[in-house]
């Protein structure tokens, strides 16, 4: 089964504003990361986040963990209508990746 | 970088047919390549992982003689879903690393669709 959950299962926004995805976990990890898909093709990695970090920038994204809670959050900020893709939190045990359900995100141009 | 090429991006083949999918990882050695299985607005499901040189690791409920994988070099895995039925119809992807605490890199994936 899936170990990630992700809400909100879809969002919509406008250009110009921050989307905001949160993923919960179950068990252990070793690191968090997020994927992004565009529509009818393979997963593009965003970004990495250890278990030992709380927070971690790249670019337009920020990413936080909270391992007490096995939380983990995704923030897109200044979207573009070219972010509109689903978004998938991954954990990490071993070499092996187990996905959220992931997040529609849409922005109107 | 990390650049994994995924061939053919889409086969629409009869019922009993074998389709083989190709995973390449073109500037990189992978080590580990994994397949994953993608049902419409649904996440990705770990079919199996696969080491080169050695016998893949499936999933529970993944029939090995349905889904033949090799991984003979280290920058090619195969998959081949043997005697195809509809309900084998999905998006397949591939993914590859060159080392277990790295991100995969995702092959473009491909769509297979049984008459």
């Known amino acids: 089964s899936q170990q990630g959950e992700e809400d909100p299962q879809a969002l919509s926004i406008q250009e110009g504003e921050n989307a905001t995805m949160n993923c919960s976990y179950k068990t252990s990890i070793n690191n968090l990361q997020w994927y992004r898909q565009n529509s009818g093709r393979g997963l593009v990695h965003l970004i990495l986040i250890r278990s030992n970090e709380r927070e971690k920038h790249s670019g337009r994204l920020r990413v936080t963990l909270d391992t007490s809670k096995k939380s983990s959050s995704l923030l897109i900020t200044a979207s573009r209508a070219a972010d509109t893709a689903s978004y998938f939190c991954?954990?990490?045990?071993?070499?092996?990746?187990?996905f959220g359900e992931g997040t529609q995100l849409t922005v109107n141009p | 970088g990390a650049v994994v090429s995924q061939h053919p991006s889409r086969v629409i083949c009869k019922s009993g047919t074998s389709v083989k999918i190709e995973c390449r990882s073109l500037d990189f050695q992978a080590t580990t390549m994994f397949w994953y299985r993608q049902f419409p607005k649904q996440s990705l499901m770990l079919m199996a992982t696969s080491n080169e040189g050695s016998k893949a690791t499936y999933e529970q409920g993944v029939e090995k003689d349905k889904f033949l994988i090799n991984h003979a070099s280290l920058t090619l895995s195969t998959l081949t879903v043997t005697s195809a039925h509809p309900e084998d119809s999905s998006f397949y992807i591939c993914?590859?690393?060159?080392?277990?605490?790295?991100?995969?890199?995702f092959g473009d994936g491909t769509r297979l669709s049984i008459l």
């Open positions: 993914s590859a690393t060159w080392s277990g605490d790295q991100p995969q890199h």
């Open positions: 991954a954990t990490t045990s071993g070499s092996r990746l187990t």
